[in-house]
Nanobody, 129 residues
């Protein structure tokens, strides 16, 4: 069965960095676009970043642009999220998600949770002020 497992979350001071990883198994990784979403307590899930199947295209929410970097290693079936200059408002549970690459034909598509079929359980990121 398909599994997505996130790691790398934790507690960090504002201005610090974390690198999240998402290891995928049970699927042909290169056939999937990958995304990172986050959800803070009492708030709706929001798009953070996404990457096309071959890594050539990347997309970011305005709130993280210039601070976060998404990348993938298809040989390792892993997607990463490098998070720098972290802020308290970045505190949330971060989940990775996989969607069949055929559905992602526009920038807007990458931001839509409904197009991602597989989801990981998430990893907590807490940024203290």
């Amino acid at each position: 069965q398909v599994q997505l497992v996130e790691s790398g979350g934790g507690l960090v001071q504002a201005g610090g960095s974390l690198r999240l990883s998402c290891a995928a198994s049970g699927l042909t990784f290169s056939s999937y676009a990958m995304g990172w979403f986050r959800q803070a307590p009492g708030k709706e899930r929001e798009f953070v970043a996404a990457i096309g199947w071959n890594g050539a295209s990347t997309y970011y929410a305005d709130s993280v642009k210039g601070r976060f970097t998404i990348s993938r290693d298809n040989a390792k079936n892993t997607v990463y999220l490098q998070m720098d200059s972290l802020r308290p408002e970045d505190t949330a549970v971060y989940c990775c998600a996989a969607g069949n690459r055929g559905y992602f034909t526009t920038h807007d598509a990458y931001t839509r949770p409904a197009l991602y079929y597989y989801w990981g359980p998430g990893t907590q990121v807490t940024v203290s002020s």
